[in-house]
């Protein structure tokens, strides 16, 4: 397998058959059963924990409360400011305060409901203006604020001929991994312990359990567990301190895997968010000044929030030229569910806002959406309003063009005169709820952009340890990362980029874990880049090797290069095979791949290079609405992207596809329901997702334009396609009715007339 190619992936007849193994089907012999006592409050004081109750049960091996944790009582991803186990108050529905560990999972639930915890329940704050106000109780001993980022570049008094205003609001997203959180814990009987775990950063996850667990790192090993799904779900720590606390407690391997209402409270969420824009233009179309502030709710602890609310604040204007910008973005405490890293993280609520001004200013200024945003559109060499020159390939202009281009879909006969022919396609469905009539039809563009990679000068690396044998008579390469396989095909890429520069055909990826250097997060659209990196220099380190070897054995002057299992010459003709001339030994290398650095955002100002790279969507949706019975169905998006380089063309379009749908949930469906801080839809029964009933067809333009600083010229393709398709639904939306719509996801009430 070679970059460039369309490589299936080796774990997709697996899931695909239900015959993968996830870290929920985990299972060895003795092994017990954990479960969370949770608070059911949002916010109140610890007054007592009485276990003795529940450890009188039968089939009870432990009760663990904060008492029994031996190291660290906090910990947190960016801040430590989260308890393993609630100690004095709770801060959120759903934290945990107690752990039990028994022989079945039912006598383990049925003991945790008999720890009796007293509680003086508080007066939550749920809002994040409110926690802002002067008069608000302190949750966290620093205050409300979890993150101010100020952003101040050009003139803060510029004026322009044309204003629009305008203010929006974000709801609370899930990930929704189809796989809720679960991990198993083996002591090792030596005072360490194995933690096999579905995460998306497995060193990260080790130094905050060696500092609960008051062990060194060493004695603590984790080994990447079937995932199913991520999406930023799995960036902070769930269960994992839990099982290990009572594995090392028992003795025993303890199993957790959470239910799925217990999973939207074992996880962060989507930061919603209310928006506030200005935006100033001359009347030939050109920006002249942007001014927003943007608060996120955060929720009840850290998380990510500090980084979330810098990327909203930097990528608040979009990718379009703005002479002077006055940007606050805040990210507040409240006794709402902890929000933290979600695909897009921090760009997709602000692409919402600046590309409904942008639709704005078109209308006030009587002009083309897409041109205007093709006139104010980013180039090669463009300044961030944080002052950073963007270098590389800068297509906004050119994807906007290409997704216009792209042919509108067929509009079905009869559509909006009553007699629709194929009910599957109107708004409702198979419902039978209309036949056409009250039904518009609307389009709607959108174009965002985002970083790719950890950014303010965070050490962003990642080790690779490449090894070449020979196995039963053929070479074989293998190559052992730390880097979280979680749906995206990061395992195929790894063999890929082995065997394109090592002329291998048997790439074999090594199962993740802490036996070897960081990776970091499978997180920020990174890996590919990051990883892919390492991988590529620690496999050209062998490769040297090998033909140094073959240049001393066999007295060869020359070009040599590897392909096809052999070393070969300049015209390409076969020399010797690497299993004749490796025969036992074992050539291996081990290879840290840093990307460029970066800086911290000056914190008066925001100016810096804060970022690594950048990359850019465009999306075009078309929308019917059913005006009259407040109903809609996106008929098709179409969208157009540089990714650099597809190492993997057919693994990039199910990025584009899967990118697009968690979009269109954002945009019309999916909500998590808090009201006075409980979650009130903790299921897929009612929390809604897109099925494939709602996925309308995706074309899409995939443009490799290079990056002259990244390996082969690729960018991370994760994130963006979740930025602008859900901003272009709505964009669609707004065209079909006429209606301002201010609020995702969009409800029926919205878009009735």
Known sequence: MRIGESVPRADGPAK??????????????????????????????????DVSEARSMPGVHAVLTHEDVPGSKLYGLEIQDQPVLAFDVVRYWGEAVALVAADHPEQARRAADKVRVEYQVLTPITNAEQALSEDAPKLHPDGNVTRHVRIRHGDPSARADVVVRGEYEIGMQDQAPLGPESGLAIPDGEGGVDLHIATQWLHVDQDQLAGILGLPKEKVRLTMAGIGGAFGAREDLSMQAHSCLLALDTGRPVKISYSRPESFVGHVHRHPGRLTYEHGANRDGK??????????????????????????????????????????????????????????FGSVQNCYAHEAQMDKLAAALGMDPVDLRIRNAMETGSEMITGQVIDGPVPVAELLRRVKAFPLPFRGEGQGEGRGKNLTDMPGGVSNTTHGEGVRRGVGFAVGF????????????????????????????????????????????????????????DAVVLNADTRVGSAGSSSASRQTYITGGAVKAASEAVR????????????????????????????????????????????????????????????????????MQFAFAAHRAVVDVDTELGLLKVVELATAQDVGKAINPLAVQGQLEGGAAQGLGLAVMEEIQVKD?????????????????????????????GDPNSPYGLKGVGEPPTISSGPAIVAAIRAATGRQIDRVPVRPQDITL
């Open 16 to 49: 695909v058959r239900g015959d993968f193994i996830y870290s929920s089907d985990l299972h060895v012999d003795g092994m017990l059963w954990g479960a969370t006592v949770r608070s059911p409050h949002p916010y109140a004081r610890i007054i007592s924990i």
């Open 677 to 705: 801080g409980v979650i009130r839809n903790p299921s897929f029964t009612d929390y809604l997702l897109p099925t494939i009933l709602d996925m309308p067809p995706v074309r899409m333009d995939i443009l490799e334009l």
């Open 544 to 611: 040297t090797r090998v033909l140094e070897l073959a240049q001393s054995e066999l007295h060869l002057a020359g070009e040599l290069r590897i392909q096809d299992d052999a070393v070969v010459g300049a015209d390409g003709k076969p020399i010797v095979s690497l299993a004749t001339l490796l025969g036992d030994a074992v050539i291996e290398e081990t290879r840290v791949f840093h990307p460029r650095r970066t800086q911290h955002l000056d914190p008066e100002t925001g100016q810096a290079d804060a970022h």
């Open 450 to 505: 985002k970083n790719i990679g950890y950014s303010e000068g965070f050490d962003d690396h990642s080790t690779a340890r490449v090894r070449l044998s020979v196995v039963d008579g053929r070479p074989r390469v293998e190559v052992h990362t730390a880097a979280a396989e979680v749906g995206q095909g990061m395992v195929t890429v790894q063999a890929q980029i082995a065997g394109t520069e090592l002329g291998v055909s």
């Open 287 to 344: 920006l002249v000044y942007v001014r927003a502030r943007i608060v996120l709710d955060g929720g009840a602890y850290a998380s990510s929030s500090t980084a979330v609310i810098a990327n909203a604040t930097c990528f608040s204007v979009g990718p379009y030229v703005c002479p002077n910008a006055t940007i606050d973005g805040i990210v507040a405490y409240t006794n709402n569910p902890p929000c933290g890293a979600m695909r897009g």
